[in-house]
């Protein structure tokens, strides 16, 4: 079936650090792959997203490329601001469906 | 900013009793989702809603949960005899379409703990 592993949290970084959240997809057909973002107390809000191979989704700062050969879409920020702390969701929906399919989650701190 | 919203934002239950989780979803929105998140967990899909039935359901989505839109606001999610193992956080989440990638805007959940 259709899954999606992400790194394990949580992660702590100084602000203006380099993050990385690895996310990687297993999928029957070609799906179309997001990054969700919850603050806290808060819902979970669609951070980015890309729908085809190559596709690079990027919001606020973060960016993900669709790797097909890889089966990849792994979030990235030059620079993370304490704003920034909160839990990041990796999920892929595949066509015809509408569900969407999430990995764990990662919750990432970031001090001043 | 619409936004959808959930009530009551925690509900403590025993085993065995009927809970109703409410959700209003963002107005214009067609499409209507509940999904959870046990602690520890992965987010699952349990199912979708839309023009008035059931489009889309999960394994999970078993005879002891239904879903409703008793008016042209509210959706619904009821557990009729909780089990221990139901204690997650439950989120709705609406979207103008269900396929094709739109954006699924979810609630802050629900937190169910079943003693």
């Known amino acids: 079936g259709n899954s999606v592993t992400q790194m394990e949290g949580p992660v702590t970084l100084s602000e203006e650090a380099f993050l990385t959240i690895n996310c990687t997809y297993t999928a029957t057909g070609y799906p179309s792959l997001f990054w969700y973002v919850q603050y806290p107390g808060e819902g979970l809000q669609l951070l980015l997203k890309a729908t085809k191979a190559d596709d690079k989704g990027s919001n606020k700062g973060f960016e993900a490329t669709y790797r097909k050969e890889t089966t990849s879409f792994h979030l990235e920020k030059g620079s993370v601001q304490v704003s920034d702390s909160a839990v990041y969701f990796c999920a892929l929906q595949t066509g015809g469906s509408e569900k969407l399919v999430f990995g764990k989650g990662t919750k990432l701190t970031v001090n001043p | 900013e619409p936004e959808v919203t959930q009530t009551p934002s925690h509900q403590v239950t025993q085993m065995g009793q009927e809970v109703i989780l409410r959700c209003v979803p963002i107005s214009n929105h067609l499409y209507f989702y509940w999904y959870r998140q046990i602690l520890g967990q992965k987010v699952e899909f349990l199912v979708s809603?839309?023009?008035?039935?059931?489009?889309?359901k999960s394994e999970i989505f078993d005879d002891q949960f239904s879903v409703e839109r008793p008016d042209g606001s509210n959706f619904t999610l009821k557990i009729r005899s909780t089990k221990l193992e139901d204690s997650a956080m439950y989120f709705c989440a609406s979207s103008t379409l269900g396929v094709l990638s739109y954006e699924q805007y979810f609630g802050p959940g629900t937190r169910l703990t079943v003693t």
């Open positions: 809603f839309y023009n008035n039935e059931i489009s889309e």
